[in-house]
């Protein structure tokens, strides 16, 4: 696997998890003019026809699927050994990047402490340099809490690794690209300790925040009035999204927080009301195509970034803007 930069696919009860395909697609994008090929590692129980299609439309050179019964469900004994016991077997990869999921997050550190090598985690920056002959990862993470960022590097081990976080890279589809495929029985030595009686769903409201189009956020400021932030995306048929101090004052699960340690999110308008712009909630959103800010303080930090700045109280504004979609509504029936 000389010189490879080869992605970790994580599927959950089958279904590929969309960073898997952000990470081939940006990767594949980045060497596009070098020889360093993009592979995809797939770790699963059974790889379908369509799920591989899938990796090869996004960018994958060759999906290599680590297929085994045990592997259907997420396992950190099962997941880490069938990987580096491949990797041992056939060859590091260079580089080794992971999706910065939950599943990730438990999965990369393992992984890279069994093969003792460096780990840069939660990146939301990739480059790749060609520096004596082989592909250098420069991942680039918000660090001190999120007042500067930190660009890492691990050569002297390979593979080189990072988690990225979800949401950041756009999907592209490589229309040419040749299917290569290899089913490899990986060595799981002897299977896990630990054996699941019992899975069970939270039954937690389903976000669709990363991939939203439009998002209505709500901070501090407009915190006694996140119904009416709800009541706008009903309208408007957009997602509601807050800032961690809403969070914190248990207004709203943390599966609706945009930021560093919440959601990236990208969508085409992002309206922020009552939100001062903090760094680290704006190293979730920045990506909008367009942000509406609403902020009674005219030297809010929201407003250094805001495409349309509206100085005022949201809690004047955002009525109006609920009875205003609500005619538009109307007539447009
Ligand atoms: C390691 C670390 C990680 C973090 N991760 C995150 C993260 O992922 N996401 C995140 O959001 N934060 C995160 N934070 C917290 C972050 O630093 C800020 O504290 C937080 O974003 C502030 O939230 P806020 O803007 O809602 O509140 P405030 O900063 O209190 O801002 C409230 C704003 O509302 C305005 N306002 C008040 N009343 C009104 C009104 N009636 N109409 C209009 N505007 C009004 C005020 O002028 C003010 O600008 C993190 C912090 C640390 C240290």
Redesign the pocket.
């Known amino acids: 696997m000389k010189n490879t930069v080869l992605i970790f696919v994580e599927q959950r009860d089958g279904k590929i998890q969309t960073v898997s395909f952000e990470l081939i697609s940006e990767s594949r994008r980045l060497l596009k003019d070098t020889n360093f090929p993009v592979k995809a590692l797939f770790v699963t129980d059974k790889a379908t026809d369509a799920q591989i299609n899938d990796l090869v439309l996004a960018g994958a050179e060759e999906v290599i699927v680590l297929e085994d019964p045990a592997l259907g469900q997420y396992d950190t004994h099962n997941y880490s050994r069938a990987i580096t016991n491949f990797f041992e077997k056939e060859g590091r990869p260079e580089i080794f990047l992971v999706g910065s999921t939950l599943l990730g997050r438990d999965l990369a550190p393992r992984v890279s402490a069994r093969i003792r090598t460096g780990l840069t985690a939660d990146a939301t920056i990739l480059e790749f340099k060609e520096e004596g002959g082989r592909p250098i990862l420069y991942a680039t993470r918000p660090a001190l ?2 007042n500067i960022f930190a660009t890492i590097l691990c050569t002297d081990h390979i593979p080189q690794m990072a988690s990225i976080r979800p949401g950041i890279f756009e999907i592209s589809s490589f229309k040419d690209n040749k299917k290569n495929v290899r089913i490899v029985k990986p060595e799981l030595d002897g299977g896990s300790k630990v054996k699941i009686l019992k899975r069970e769903k939270l039954n937690v409201p389903k976000q669709n925040l990363d991939k939203a189009k439009l998002i209505f956020a ?6 006694t009035q996140l119904a009416q932030l709800q009541e706008l995306a009903e309208i408007a048929g957009g997602e509601v999204a ?5 969070v914190d004052a248990q207004l709203a699960p943390k599966s609706q ?6 959601v990236t999110v990208r969508p085409v308008v992002y309206v922020a ?9 704006i ?2 959103m920045e990506n909008s195509e367009l942000i509406i800010a ?4 005219p030297k ?1 930090l ?1 407003f250094d970034i805001a495409d349309f700045s509206i100085i ?4 004047k ?1 955002l009525p109006l803007l609920v009875d205003k979609l609500k005619v538009l509504r109307h007539f447009k029936r």
Do not use: E, K, L, P
């Open positions: 809490g999120g709500g901070g501090r400021g407009v915190s807050v800032s961690r101090a809403v927080q945009v930021g560093q340690t919440g009301s009552g939100i001062s712009g903090a760094i680290q909630h190293a979730g609403v902020n009674t303080d809010a929201i005022a109280d949201a809690n504004v």
